[in-house]
């Protein structure tokens, strides 16, 4: 039994091993942080693997190796209490490995959430609803303008934008993320009702949009193309599809649709989605496919 | 003690108690710590296969969406999650907190300090029925109007505050905090009782560190359950609160439901999710650690050796209580909390690897050397072990601020807290069940088919939760009804996952069933298995010095007295392979138990 055991847990050690390495992974990134993100995960992940795997070579070998039978009938096991000086070795040895990883992942998380989003950002508001994604862009004057919970308009003014403000009289309001490649991205996420999470796994990138919250984030998006939006907190019944579409635009295409007449945006954007796939990867200028993201 | 009338100094006069005569007193309502663990027990078995049915056929919607099921019909989105939030609910109260600690601990925990019962037999009957009595309403929330609550087990404000937010948070709703409410009362007197019969009801001779590490375990569970039940309490009453009487503790303002602005104000969501995770991160730890106490405890047994650094799994069991209650931030790095203090939340939580860490070197350390009795509960003690590190070690993926940016809501952590705190504390459970069952019921459970169920399970496990690792790393969201629709795939980047999809139900379904073989075991060896003498196991412990199974009092009248730790296997000269706590030493026949003892666990035998 000790043997059946013994090599039992070897096996299962050796498929986890193996699916891990199946090829299921990550989607490519299109972030600047996501390198450092899958850096610090592949060390994390190499630390989790040494640990996993010898501990259970380490049980296998133990149920195999100390198993009672008729040879040893008469044996009888190791009486000892414990030893301190291993204690010791191993509670320090760990202590430093675990609080040293968790140290090292702070040095992407502080890039993102320790500082503002820097000056030049391209700037938008994302409102989730149940459940549905909706982009307020700030237009030509590059403010974001007064909005009312009050003025909420299912059909024609979901987030509820007061068009008597005056820097409202230019603000557009989508329902497609349009994001200008290689420039800082800073995202202002609120809700209308409850909670929701923005997930674009292309990005690294989650954040939960909390009603009676605005939460600033920033990150910068190194890669053209049409990404899906998901959400990643549980809303309530079809939370499941409440998709959004991220389009990373050239800066020139962007430059153009921002500069178009607010009520040609969204029949813009539909002709953008047009010319990138869903998932795949283009180069800046978004001319060339450099291949699918997953 | 050749001749039970004469007693040792300060000893008291045998006293016996008698049982009550009823049926009622006797197994219903009764007063007996072990006739109120068996009905833990027995609350936590039916729980435990309504859980589970549950997630069977959330696997099944999940694998073959919108497919109309002979007698079930169509899986909608709103049944499917309010599947998942039953499913989770009752599986982390009324089952992993419901039979680690109220069934296993009330029945073997004063036996094993040697009391007659707990400090308090009628708070010890009615947290019993407290518990029922919420598990009742709990169920009841699926018959009502709108049907179960959506929002999961951990019923994040809004959704969960506003009946107009989706189907089933209406009267539904209101019933899962009605449910879970009771739930707190009945298990702050759980701990009261637990907390109390530990540090006053020992027997002579047993002092703290001679005790068996399940009692350390049951010991510092209660003291989390008493810190950390009272805050979800509150919160509870918050939310009920806010949905019926108008307040705005988790409302904040300008909410628009259904073409209306709520007149709610000055609420913060973000408070339930304090409240609710500074209890629910010890509550993961409430059901693990009755776990860790049984195998320690029975890998010890079966090693036939002493347990390895007794001293170190009381520090680390120690070590894990407190930092718990230091780490609830990690389930809420990316709400919108201060990023600041989310540093300050993943160091602790990577800190609080290190004692988990360290106990699991002290199980490899008791296996070393050992001449290993590969019995039912030692393959589960085992598996508990492996699934332990398996589960407990991605804890290191996620308790990283920058990593929980992709994993957060993702399979991944689906995988990792359904390993370490779902499947191995129910390993420790089963490990639990074969070793004492012999104790509870004077018969042994049938070894053959304990075999068979553990090798299955094992595999099966496995099967079903490492794959949800992977999907998490390809981005799969948790809390997902579906995967795809009529229109074909939701989510491009997860279309290839369906083949792991169909393998992880596949095996949850196999595992589902497998399950029955052990219900079955348990039924028969009831009234079939071979009958179990006092000490079937030769163990050391104080549970194995009485009869099976034990008497209404049990020690018939004779409080046992101890004269040495928990686990003295494999001493060297003594006559058989493992000494009795309640076995005098020859040379000193008795009095060392009236010295002091502030022992290692293993008086006398220091290296």
New interface residues.
Partial sequence: ??RA?GI??WL?TL??VV??F?G????TTITEHGP??DQ??MI??I??AI??VA??I??GY??WR???NAQ?KD?????????NR??VI??VV??VV??G???M??????N???SEAPAGSFQVEVVA??FAWNLHYPGPDGKLGHTD??L?D?QDNPI?LDRKDLGARDDIVGSTLVLPVNRPAELILRS????H?F?V??L?????L????Q?HVHFTPTKVGQF?L????????????M?GTLLVLPQDQLNDLMARPKDEFQSRVEELKKMYE??AIYDEQGKTKLGM?? | MADANVLHEGQETVHRHEPPKSFIRKYIFSLDHKVIGIQYLTLALVAVFVGMTLSVLMRMNLTWPDVNWPLLGTIK??VY?SLLTIHGTIMVFFVLTTAPQGGFGNYILPIQIGADDMAFPVLNMLSFWVTLVGFIVLIAAFFVQGGAP???WTA????SA?PS???GQGTGMNLWIISIAIFCVGSLLGALNFITTLLNLRAKGMSLMRMPLTCWAWFTTAVLALLAFPVLLAAGVLLFLDRNAGTSFFL??????G?D?LKNAG????LWQHLFWFFGHPEVYIAILPGMGATSHILSTF??????????MVFAIFAIGLLGFFVWGHHMF???MS??S??AF??L???I??PS??K???W??T????????TTPM?FA?GF??LF??GG??G??L????????M???YFVLGHFHLVMGVAAIFGMFAGIYFWFPKMFGKMMSEKLG?IHF?IT??GV?SIF??M???G???M?R?????S?KNGQ????LA??HP?VLFVTVAAIITFFTQFIFLFNLVWSLFKGKKAGDNPWEATTLEWATSSPPPHDNFAGHPPVVYRGAYE????GAPN?FVMQTEPDAEESGSRAQQDSSG???DG???
């Avoid at chain 1, 209308?192 to 909670?195: E, G």
């Avoid at chain 1, 909390?210 to 919250?213: E, I, S, T």
């Avoid at chain 1, 998901?230 to 599809?241: P, Q």
């Avoid at chain 2, 904040?252 to 439901?257: D, N």
């Fill in positions: 039994m000790g055991l039992l847990i299962l498929g986890t699916l891990f199946s299921w992974w990550f989607p450092q993100v610090q995960f994390t992940i630390v989790v640990a996993f501990a259970q380490g049980l133990m149920v100390y198993r009672a040893n044996e009888r096991a190791l009486y000892t209490h414990g030893n291993l204690e191993w509670t760990t202590a675990f609080i990883l968790a140290v992942g702070q040095r992407v998380w502080a993102l959430r320790f609803q149940q919970p009050t909420i299912d509820g209308k009702d409850v909670t999470s997930w796994p292309q690294r990138f989650k954040q939960d909390v009603p009676g919250m939460i899906q998901a959400c990643a907190e549980l809303c309530g019944m079809t939370h499941y599809k998709q869903v998932g993201s997953y | 989105p709103e999650l959506i929002g999961g994040y404000p809004p959704l506003v937010a989706g189907p904040p303002a300008g909410l628009y439901f073409r602005v609420g913060s969501p973000i090693a036939r050796k002493p347990v390895f650094g007794y001293r170190a990316i709400s919108g990023p600041y989310a540093m993943s160091i939580t990577l800190a690897g290190v860490a360290v699991t070197f002290n490899l350390g296996l070393w050397g050992a001449k290993i009795r590969f393959l085992i072990v492996s590190v398996a070690i991605t290191l993926v308790g990283q601020t920058s990593l929980d940016l992709p957060h809501d993702t075999r090798w094992f595999i496995y490492i794959p690792h992977i999907m790393i390809v981005g969201p809390r997902y009804a579906q995967f629709d939701i989510y491009g980047f290839s996952l792991l296997f494999s001493v060297p392979d290692n666990g293993h035998h220091k290296h």
